[in-house]
């Protein structure tokens, strides 16, 4: 069965240190988004893209934050430098096109601990 | 902004029983969502309901779109512990836009 993929699982940095994260959306999947969800809450999202193109990055800290989908397949999300609040479960999902647009599927998460 | 609430906000319940949760808003919503999400996983799609008043089934899961648009209900009938988790509504406004989270229910099942 098709799965978005993502890397690392987890994910241990100091403060002031950049740290990526790559996702790679089920095959066929033009929408991608990466959340942020932190412990005891639902996701938010952070960056929408459709194909290589930003839709909806109004959410994303800009000044620390980036993310990139190049090819319009996988796509990898940056943070530099990061802070000991961005410690949360960063999850990537993608979606098809037409109806089913707004069914998400997720893949497992990076887990960021910022020390 | 937008704000999905959610309750119960947890459920401590016997194998077997059957458990309700609901989720409900102030705004109206054309598409609601029901995911549940297992320690240290990603969310995971169970129903999408697309049409007010529509009722949806998923093996031993249902979920209702409200009438009004503005709330969605999920049941689970005769829980088993494998249903332990974090079950989350999800709305979006429009066909392509961002989800958006309610603060979920957590579900623990006794054996």
């Known amino acids: 069965e098709a799965e978005v993929a993502q890397s690392p699982r987890y994910k241990i940095t100091e403060k002031s240190q950049a740290v990526a994260f790559w996702c790679d959306p089920i095959?066929?999947?033009?929408?991608l988004y990466w959340y942020r969800q932190i412990l005891g809450q639902g996701p938010e999202l952070l960056v929408q893209?459709?194909?290589?193109?930003?839709?909806?990055d109004s959410q994303l800290p800009k000044d620390r934050f980036s993310a990139e989908r190049l090819k319009g397949v996988d796509s990898t999300l940056k943070i530099q430098p990061a802070e000991l609040g961005d410690s949360a479960m960063y999850l990537c999902a993608s979606s098809f096109r037409g109806r089913a647009y707004n069914e998400q599927f997720f893949g497992p998460g990076t887990r960021l601990t910022v020390l | 902004g937008q704000q999905l609430n959610q309750s119960p906000q947890s459920m401590f319940i016997q194998e077997g029983e059957d458990v309700s949760m609901n989720c409900t808003s102030s705004?109206?919503?054309?598409?609601w969502l029901w995911y549940k999400q297992e320690p240290g996983e990603g969310p995971v799609l169970l129903i999408a309901l697309y049409k007010a008043g529509e009722l949806t089934s998923n093996g031993r899961l249902t979920a209702q779109f409200g009438i009004t648009r503005k709330d969605s209900f999920l049941n689970i009938s005769a829980s088993i512990p494998s249903d332990v988790g974090i079950y989350f509504c999800?709305?979006?406004?429009?066909?392509?836009?961002?989800?958006?989270f309610g603060g979920g229910t957590r579900l623990m099942v006794k054996p």
């Open positions: 095959s066929g999947h033009a929408t």
């Open positions: 999800a709305v979006t406004p429009n066909a392509g836009n961002m989800l958006t």
């Open positions: 705004s109206i919503f054309n598409t």
């Open positions: 893209f459709q194909d290589e193109s930003v839709v909806d």
